[in-house]
């Protein structure tokens, strides 16, 4: 018989988290102040962020302890499965083997909550009482309302209007979980009223909602902003994924030849990829590939360059790949992955050339998703979706090439709260969308005359 599933026991459960930091091949760029120019001093995201979680995001330490506390809520789902797509295998009849992490196997669905429950839990020790956020598909709202009240703290999320529209159960599970959920841009903030004054019928994005959620968090002493992606300290928690998915490999005496994960941020992706990450850097002869949108093209179209992490230039300038902080991008389902940016980690090593981007469309996105319903059985999320289809194309690959491969990839949520988006695509409604040159360069305006990383 053949092994389809690898758990570990709870008492198996990663106790530290791995910082990749202290292991990059060459140093980071520093985000800068955007006033000076001048790198930032860490007391400057006080207002946003609490304490303990801004030592982490600077933090050089290779290992940080998971704090009891959080652990048991952990619990909760982890150990998520490693699980072999054997039924996908054998139809794709490639000499492939396809592992996936499960992380739709927690509460909100996603791999969301591996940092929604640290944040909540070092803001409650701080002494905060109240977090704001922003959400695109909904999956990081929905996680930070479960953290948040496993923790008693208030929640406050500013969802992307589009997503808000199309993804109505989103909302009413953050509301069961206790949380506000309104839809971005709002009447709410400043930033909000200053894109609705502009532009009435604005679908949203990733940027304008961070903007309203840290303006709401900055003029409240008593609340913090959450991000659910892109800086250090959210990679870094992530990382949770990819050191059981070292131990579960390891049960099976395999080691993969590829890493894979969506990137919208690029949190998933990190989180499955870093510790295999610093396999690479100590001479591992191994591929890892991240996937994002044709139509939201960061890693792939984008300059790495410095740029602001929110539309209303509330951030620091960060160094990464991105398309200007005022790019608002098609429409997509995969809500999560219309960012204009990435996380400076994953930029990093971009250009590094230790990771390989590639990007896809949304349609092929959808039908590798259903083929995947249909052969594995789990409905993915649209993000998914995309990782999943560079899967079936990495298989396909290797069996034109007759090279025999291990597959390990990321399969960071399902669909279940998606499925007007299958709808579309069942009814052939969905459409892709390119983006021409003059598009990203309308876009890449915004950041004319900023600071160069390099
Ligand atoms: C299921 C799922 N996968 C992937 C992503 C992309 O985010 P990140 O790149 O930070 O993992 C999201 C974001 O909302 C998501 O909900």
């Known amino acids: 018989m053949t092994q389809v599933k690898v758990f570990l026991r709870d008492d198996e459960i990663p106790t530290k988290w791995y910082n990749i930091l202290p292991d990059m091949p060459t140093p980071m760029k520093p985000p800068l102040h955007p006033g000076t120019g001048k790198p930032i001093d860490p007391e400057d995201l006080a207002p946003v962020f609490p304490v303990n979680l801004i030592e982490q995001e600077v933090s050089s330490d290779r290992w940080i302890d998971i704090p009891e506390e959080v652990i048991e809520k952990y619990l909760i789902w982890r ?105 971005s841009p709002s009447e709410q903030t400043e930033a909000g009223r200053k894109i609705l004054a502009k532009h009435p019928d604005s679908p949203g994005s990733l940027g304008i909602a961070i903007s309203e959620a840290i303006e709401d968090a900055v003029v409240d002493e008593s609340a913090r902003y959450s991000l659910g992606s892109v800086l250090n300290h959210v990679l870094l928690h992530q990382t949770i994924v990819g050191l059981e998915a070292q131990k579960q490999m390891e049960k099976l005496g395999l080691y993969p030849d ?119 059985g789990f409905i993915p999320a649209p993000e998914t979706n995309h990782v999943i289809a560079a899967v079936i194309d990495e298989a396909n690959r290797a069996k034109e090439e007759g090279k025999e491969k291990v597959i390990l990839f990321n399969w960071s949520g399902h669909g279940i709260m998606d499925l007007a988006a299958y709808d ?31």
């Open 258 to 376: 590829v890493v894979m994960g969506c990137a919208g941020g690029g949190s998933n992706f990190a989180g499955l990829a870093l510790p295999f990450v610093r396999d690479k850097i100590n001479g591992k002869d191994i591929s890892i590939v991240a996937c994002e949108p044709a139509s939201c093209p960061t890693l792939t179209r984008g300059p790495y360059a410095y740029d602001f992490g929110d539309t209303n230039q509330t951030t620091p300038l960060l160094p990464m790949y991105t398309l200007g902080h005022d790019f608002v991008p098609a429409p997509i389902h995969a809500g999560g992955l219309r960012y204009h940016g990435m996380a400076p980690i994953i930029s990093h090593l971009v250009k590094e050339n230790i990771i390989e981007p590639r990007a896809y469309h949304q349609i092929k996105t959808f039908k590798a998703g259903v083929q995947w319903a249909q052969t594995e």
């Open 79 to 183: 150990p998520t499965p490693l699980y072999r797509a054997l039924a996908l295998e054998r139809i794709l009849d490639a000499p492939v083997k396809i592992f996936f992490k499960h992380e739709g196997v927690s509460p909100p669905g996603s791999h969301k909550p591996n940092t929604a429950i640290p944040q909540a839990y070092y803001n409650k020790v701080f002494g905060i009482k109240r977090l704001t956020t922003e959400t695109g598909a909904g999956q990081w709202g929905c996680a930070l309302s479960f953290a948040c009240m496993m923790f008693g703290l208030e929640c406050k999320v500013y969802m992307v209007r589009i997503s808000y529209q199309q993804k109505p159960y989103r909302r009413l599970m953050m509301m069961t979980w206790g949380a506000n959920c309104i839809p």
């Open 424 to 454: 579309a695509y069942l009814s052939g409604k969905l459409t892709d969308y390119e983006l021409s040159d003059e598009e990203i360069q309308k876009g890449l305006k915004a950041i004319e005359g900023f600071p160069k990383p390099c």
